[in-house]
């Protein structure tokens, strides 16, 4: 971290859909859990990301409140956090076009998620999903944040943030932004397919079988454990023995990251059984730290003008924090600010 800058976390989802086991854990939980670090903590629902792909208008306004009910009803308190929607604070979109004049091209050419998402439809994706990761880098160094909690697939767009962040620096002689910091941590990281467990879970997977959705009822929770692919073997009293096993792992993995629990913990109390006897525990506990929330957000959800009030709220005291960052940066690069 760097010691001129006031540590600082951000962090953002896209709500581009119903959001997922994977997100709670590799995100939201933590999001909570880092208001209690004593650092300054600001969550973004980004929706200009969003937009990259395709988004009915009408769906995206109630997939943005409904990720915004899952924010607080994971434990973001808007009284402790910052929590707004991108597109309410001009300064990312303008901060997102200096820093793409920094990025090199071939940094982007090598993105992985633009590989993925863009797949064999290249030359027919938006120019912005290409230039996805400079936003998302600007989201982040709008705020000078130097700590970034984000579930194992953002981590090259984190590398890219500190690659920009220093390529500026450098550029132009200052030590202006922070070299940010990911914050990779925990048993559930990348929390994988319960159809296939060499992919995420993932939203946007066609198959809803693959992924618990936060809004899930208790029933389709314990049917969706019932039916993750596994295999036939009974569970090992250590990790080590499922390394050749990653169905049986994920599911390892999403109960001790449910129940608070170490892996080597959780082996320990069910070596020697098989998934007759795991999935049900699973889904108990799965169901147990779940249905609270779920029925968080459809109270939440109930009331959108609130929603949208603290999204305002939010955006006001974000843009506080980001506007004189940006402006500093248009001065470093040269631009005239004559008006009044
Ligand atoms: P996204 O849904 O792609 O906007 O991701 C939002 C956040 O959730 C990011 O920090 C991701 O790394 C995290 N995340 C998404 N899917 C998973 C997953 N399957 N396992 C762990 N973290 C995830
Ligand atoms: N790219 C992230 C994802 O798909 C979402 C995101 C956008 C983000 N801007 C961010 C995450 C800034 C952390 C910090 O998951």
């Known amino acids: 971290m760097n ?28 999001f909570a859990e880092y208001q209690d ?45 910052i929590l707004f929607n991108q597109s309410q604070v001009p300064a990312h979109a303008e901060l997102s076009w200096l820093l793409s004049c920094v990025a090199r091209v071939g940094w982007m050419d090598r993105m992985t998620q633009f590989k993925d998402k863009g797949g064999k439809d290249r030359e027919r994706v938006s120019l912005a999903l290409y230039a996805y990761p400079a936003l998302m880098a600007a989201d982040i ?37 922070p070299i940010t910091n990911p914050l990779i941590e925990g048993a559930a ?17 066609p198959s ?13 929770i314990a049917q969706k454990i019932r039916k993750a692919r596994t295999d036939a073997d009974p569970l090992p009293g250590s990790m080590e023995g499922l390394k050749d096993r990653p169905e049986a792992r994920n599911l390892v993995n999403i109960y001790a990251a ?25 889904a108990e506990v799965a169901v147990a730290v779940l249905a609270p929330i779920t029925s968080r957000m459809t109270e939440l959800k109930s009331d959108p003008a609130e929603i949208d009030r603290i999204l305002g709220d939010g955006a ?11 402006e500093r940066t248009k001065e470093i690069m040269g631009m005239i600010r004559s008006r009044g």
């Not at 709500?15 to 939201?28: D, E, F, V």
């Not at 006001?316 to 940006?326: N, Q, S, T």
């Open 3 to 30: 010691a001129t800058h006031t540590p600082r976390i951000f962090s953002g989802i896209q709500p581009s859909g119903g959001l997922t086991l994977g997100n709670y854990l590799g995100a939201l939980k933590r």
């Open 37 to 81: 670090s004593g650092l300054e903590t600001i969550y973004c629902l980004v929706d200009l990301h969003a937009l990259t792909v395709w988004q009915d208008p009408a769906a995206l306004i109630e997939q943005t409140r409904e990720a915004a009910a899952a924010f607080m009803a994971a434990g973001v308190d808007p009284a402790r956090s």
């Open 141 to 177: 160094l709008v705020y000078h944040a130097t700590a970034v909690p984000v579930g194992e697939d953002q981590k090259q767009h984190l590398e890219l943030t500190r690659d920009i962040a220093a390529k500026f620096n450098h550029d132009y002689g200052v030590d202006f932004f």
């Open 189 to 205: 990281t990348r929390v994988m397919s319960l159809r296939d467990g060499s992919k995420k879970m993932s939203k946007s997977d």
């Open 208 to 220: 809803d079988a693959s992924r618990i959705n936060l809004t899930d009822d208790a029933d389709t």
């Open 258 to 282: 449910l129940s608070g629990e170490g892996t080597d913990q959780v082996l320990a109390r069910f070596e020697g059984q098989g998934f007759g006897a795991f999935k049900p525990a699973l």
């Open 316 to 326: 006001e005291r974000a843009e506080a924090i980001a506007r004189p960052i940006v």
